[in-house]
């Protein structure tokens, strides 16, 4: 008997079966005696359908009315999930954002949740009904529709656990869980049980398929566990939840890669103070995000060469605008290689368990893997090799810190 | 300069690029100084569609969430309609039921308008601004979502006619306004320029198809002239006054038939009072509509026979009730016919010109097309007839009564 926010992505609700599997889930948790509020998402390509017909009318969609628009999708799935719950004999009623109210900030089309009411929905569950909640969509003080960003209604499940108190959070998706490497390509790849809120916003490449971030970052905030898990299948997922709660028998808990990296050398650039500032600055401005930055030791006092990373879709645009700001930064030549791939390690063990960083390189250097770049973090430690080798370092590394 | 109500049916808010058309409608009237106010349909098909996906979840699906299924088809359009008013420069923006509030009786899925707010919505249109509201919904007293029943965007647009006080009501759709028989069938039919409510709700096989009866039955209690036409061309359509507004040169404006009929003839029944109530209550209790009723003379004083006209398919239900019911009402014999048709003629300027029925009456015989019942209202008369004289018949009575 416990207080449960489901939470159920656009695949788990992506069809009219998938709805109907959906309330069969509710329904065995209700039949326990549990109370239970449901947060649902559009149904799997909704939200891409309403943006293309809106790009159809105008390039430039009115960001007020997109909000309307987009947050159609989650109305049209609230409400079949609520008629297929009452077609089982289960109560059920769809509240939408401006029926609670649950209130933004007003910001269209990337609002945060501020507040909502909970007398109207408390009274509805306690007497045995299931709240049914579309995510992604709020008003703000004035009555304006607004939505709070894709994937946002992960964050309207966790804004629920927290503002009802529930004591747990279940978010319900296509997959089983966080895994220790990506389980498409790498058959050794095990379901990771337990993880610290940390790790999970580490594993970017594997996490974010899993669960939004900012979900996630406030679920930390606020320290409320959550549970990721597949909506295909009765397994446990993986359980998200402060690391202080997390018994660390391994040093590691994933290896991520990505391949959307590119990595620029400045060569013989002039070593004054001030002048990574200078050639970054216009970076910034352009919206280009430099990932990893090395300075080698100047060896002659005067020139250093400078390599970073990048967005492999900003290549072009990097290259630009750093010979358009050539009066300012002073260098010798540019140099850029698009097949690199960024590997990580992650693992919150890794603050108590000395020589990480060491046992990665070894691993890399046994396989020929040469790395070009290092960045680490408290729990995580990136390189970036040479793109052809991503498939063997990750082997590697799973191996290495027994993660088969 | 007027204040004017658009409503866009269906079809011609169908695709992205009908909305874009109902765009350009809406800009022309903006330049030319008037102030508009848009009601619009969901895009033709979206509200089957949506029905489909509600049955496969449940059978007997619940009423008020179809009514948060349903709603969200208008919403999608108002949203659209306004990005593609933004896009082309003119400051438009949707307003849904809730935020007006348009407020209905509460029933779901059959719901009556019965106020709705102004203030908001004058503002913004005095500014020069489109109000875009999506037709059909509204909420109740307890902020639920309600809808108005099948087509009732037109409802919608008659409420907002007179909420508003607007000068003009035009209501686009697919055809271009009300014919003197069914152009598709009848090469010679006439589009009819000015028509009587009266005539328009008479106008059953026709006027249906173009707007809903209840609407019209609104606006003619509070005598909001319309302009029915089509968004697919400019030319003028029909329009629809008060029967004192219109010079009737023509005695009949319209022939319209059905075939959806079926007749029933009940031979020998006992000829006493109450014997017509015994028949006809227990078909009334069943839902099944009686449309015309002949009782021939009794010629022996005891029995008599009596013929009536249902829809062809309640054929098989009424005759199961009458079976069923013979304790009450005895009778010798029962034959049915579903093989008949309906015609009418329709002309509110038979009410001042004798011998309409007879020179209709005429002309059937001069075709050799034999009349199986009549009925007479003061505007219209329908006679019923052999399925397969259908076409004969209303080619020639569009001739008697000079509509080719």
Sequence with gaps: MAKIVIKFGGTSVGSTDRIVAAAKIIKKKINKGNTIIVVVSAMAGKT????????????????????????????????????ALEDIGIKARS?????????????????????????????????????????????????????????????TAVAIAKVFNTDECEIYTDVEGVYSADPKQFSKAKKIKKISYEEMLEMSSLGAKVMQSSAVQTAMIYDLPLHVRSSFSSAEGTKIFGSENIDYSKTISGVTYSKDEAKITLLGVQDKPGVAADIFEPLGKNSINVDMVIQNISPDGKTTDITFTIRRSDLIKTIKTIKSNKKNVKFQSISSDKKVSKISIIGAGMITTPGVTYKMFRALAKEKVNILAISTSEIKISVIIKESDTSKAVKKLHTVFNLD
Excluded: C
């Design 95 to 155: 509240y939408m954002g401006w029926q609670i109210p649950i209130l933004t900030d007003g910001k269209h089309n990337n609002s945060r949740i501020i507040n909502m009411r909970v007398e109207k929905i408390n009274k509805f569950i306690l007497n045995k009904g299931v709240a049914i909640i579309p995510g992604f969509q709020g008003i703000s003080k004035e009555a304006e529709i607004t939505t709070i960003g894709r994937g946002g209604s992960d964050a």
């Design 48 to 83: 891409n359908e309403l943006i293309q017909q809106s790009l159809k009318v105008s390039k430039n969609f009115n960001s007020r009315e997109l909000d309307v628009l987009l947050a159609s999708g989650e109305q049209v799935t609230s409400a079949l999930l609520a008629g």
